[in-house]
């Protein structure tokens, strides 16, 4: 069974600084899938980025980056210029290729932004 | 209106009644996915269902039922709900041939049982 693991329960950041949240996974698959997904204190569930793992390059979206170590079986995400509106809890997931059985989520990171 | 749509949003009830959780979608996803989320723990898989005849147990299932009405409709139930089923519910869906490999989620139920 695959497992996603954030070691990080509560970060804060500096308004306009950047910050970078730790995921690491763990499965025996090679292909795969994995997503960073935002929930503010509306408790909506929203998509920020996605990493298909057999593409090398980091995806990014806007102020969003990840580095995908896939050796290392890592997948951060990196908020540049942070924003108010970016305070929210974060969770990393996983999900095989398949996607049958679906998202496999961390445990969160809280982000709390400082003005 | 919302692609994914879960009623009631919020929910008190007591322990040992039975309760039911609704989810309804127009996105024409096939697999429709219940998750759990409590405070610390992230999100946890309760059901999944790939088509109204296909229904599969999740990470959690036990203490829970579903019922896959149509594509478009998948309820929860609680049999006899107890107070540790107290947490914020999600539907989610997904379909990889129409709508790309994320779920999308509704807006959650918050049930707290007393």
């Known amino acids: 069974a695959q497992t996603v693991t954030q070691s990080q329960p509560e970060m804060s950041v500096q308004e306009a600084e950047t910050v970078t949240l730790s995921c690491t996974y763990d499965?025996?698959?090679?292909?795969?899938?994995l997503f960073w997904y935002k929930q503010p204190p509306s408790r909506q569930m929203i998509l920020v980025i996605r990493?298909?793992?057999?593409?090398?390059q980091n995806a990014t979206e806007n102020r969003f980056s990840v580095n995908f170590q896939k050796a290392a079986k890592s997948f951060s995400l990196k908020i540049s210029d942070s924003q108010l509106g970016d305070a929210a809890m974060y969770f990393c997931?996983?999900?095989?290729?398949?996607?049958?059985?679906?998202?496999?989520f961390g445990k969160g990171t809280h982000l709390i932004i400082q003005p | 209106d919302a692609d994914v749509t879960q009623t009631p949003r919020n929910r008190i009830t007591k322990t040992g009644k039975r309760i039911m959780l609704e989810c309804s979608q127009t996105?024409?996803?096939?697999?429709m996915y219940w998750y759990r989320q409590d405070p610390g723990l992230g999100l946890r898989l309760i059901y999944y269902?790939?088509?109204?005849?296909?229904?599969n147990k999740g990470e959690i299932s036990d203490g829970y039922s579903v019922s896959r009405q149509a594509q478009a409709k998948f309820s929860l139930s609680l049999e006899s709900a107890i107070p540790n089923q107290t947490a914020l519910y999600f539907c989610?869906?997904?379909?990889?041939?129409?709508?790309?490999?994320?779920?999308?989620f509704g807006q959650g139920t918050r049930l707290t049982v007393v």
């Open positions: 989610a869906t997904s379909d990889p041939n129409r709508g790309g490999t994320e779920a999308f």
């Open positions: 499965t025996s698959e090679s292909d795969y899938y």
């Open positions: 990493q298909e793992a057999y593409k090398q």
């Open positions: 997931a996983y999900r095989s290729r398949g996607g049958a059985d679906g998202l496999t």
């Open positions: 996105k024409g996803h096939d697999r």
């Open positions: 269902s790939f088509d109204v005849k296909d229904i």
